[in-house]
């Protein structure tokens, strides 16, 4: 390799990069188009090319079955593990304290309905015994207000009969009394109407016997 006089001015930076191949600049994309279609790439484990041959769904790609159906394995043991040793314990505990509450407030209900039958029992006899009681005390005291009026009638009947008797007597005296008067007036005025019809005077037994015979008629 001839030296010139240019070259020899030249750094050593300047005179390497003279010398670096041309393909030292190609781009990271060139690199990739550059590289043969079935050339394996160690990111993915997809050969280049082949990502967008197919165009099938990748859960329909029949080459991903086995592991399709390995993580459909693992993920139903996972759930059904999960659901028998957490979930379903959880909630059959939830669902027996639900019955053993639902039990208890029947049980409850059962006592104090019990309880209330008790007392609608209790107070219908005691309401039954106490109309009967007012019932005896209404009758024994009719039967005691009954005797007392009988009894009272019967002084104040006596009283009358006694009084009735005593006015009786009393009348018959006075009556006797009247009569008695009634013979003395009337043999006085006989002894006058005879002395003045016959001009003489009758004696008084003729009078009193007239008297009496007039009466007697």
Same mark, same amino acid.
């Given at each position: 390799?001839s030296?010139?006089?240019?070259?020899?001015?030249?750094?050593?930076?300047?005179?390497?990069?003279?010398?670096?191949?041309?393909?030292?600049?190609?781009?990271?994309?060139?690199?990739?188009?550059?590289?043969?279609?079935?050339?394996?790439?160690?990111?993915?484990?997809?050969?280049?090319?082949?990502?967008?041959?197919?165009?099938?769904?990748?859960?329909?790609?029949?080459?991903?079955?086995?592991?399709?159906?390995?993580?459909?394995?693992?993920?139903?043991?996972?759930?059904?593990?999960?659901?028998?040793?957490?979930?379903?314990?959880?909630?059959?505990?939830?669902?027996?304290?639900?019955?053993?509450?639902?039990?208890?407030?029947?049980?409850e209900?059962?006592?104090? /309905? +019990?309880? $209330? =039958? #008790?007392?609608? *029992?209790?107070? @219908?006899?005691?309401l039954?015994?106490?109309? &009967?009681?007012?019932? %005896?005390?209404?009758?024994?005291?009719?039967?005691?207000? /009954? +005797?007392? $009026? =009988? #009894?009272?009638? *019967?002084?104040? @009947?006596?009283?009358?009969?006694?009084?009735? &008797?005593?006015?009786? %007597?009393?009348?018959?005296?006075?009556?006797?009394?009247?009569? +008695?008067?009634?013979? #003395?007036?009337?043999?006085?005025?006989?002894?006058?109407?005879?002395?003045?019809?016959?001009?003489?005077? %009758?004696?008084?037994?003729?009078?009193?016997s007239?008297?009496?015979?007039a009466?007697?008629?």
């Amino acid at each position: 390799m001839s030296v010139t006089p240019a070259s020899a001015e030249s750094t050593p930076f300047e005179i390497a990069q003279a010398e670096t191949p041309a393909t030292s600049h190609e781009t990271p994309a060139d690199t990739h188009a550059a590289q043969p279609a079935g050339e394996v790439h160690t990111e993915t484990g997809v050969a280049h090319g082949d990502e967008h041959a197919t165009g099938v769904f990748p859960p329909f790609d029949q080459t991903t079955f086995a592991s399709q159906l390995l993580w459909l394995a693992i993920t139903f043991g996972l759930f059904y593990l999960l659901m028998s040793k957490v979930v379903i314990p959880r909630i059959g505990g939830i669902l027996e304290t639900r019955h053993d509450r639902i039990a208890q407030d029947l049980d409850e209900a059962s006592r104090l /309905k +019990a309880e $209330a =039958d #008790a007392a609608i *029992a209790s107070y @219908e006899q005691d309401l039954a015994s106490a109309r &009967a009681k007012g019932n %005896a005390i209404a009758s024994t005291a009719r039967d005691e207000a /009954k +005797a007392k $009026a =009988d #009894a009272e009638r *019967a002084k104040i @009947e006596a009283s009358l009969q006694d009084k009735i &008797a005593g006015a009786e %007597a009393r009348i018959a005296e006075i009556k006797a009394k009247a009569l +008695a008067d009634v013979g #003395a007036i009337a043999e006085e005025t006989t002894a006058a109407l005879v002395e003045q019809l016959i001009g003489a005077k %009758a004696t008084k037994a003729e009078i009193a016997s007239a008297v009496k015979t007039a009466a007697g008629e």
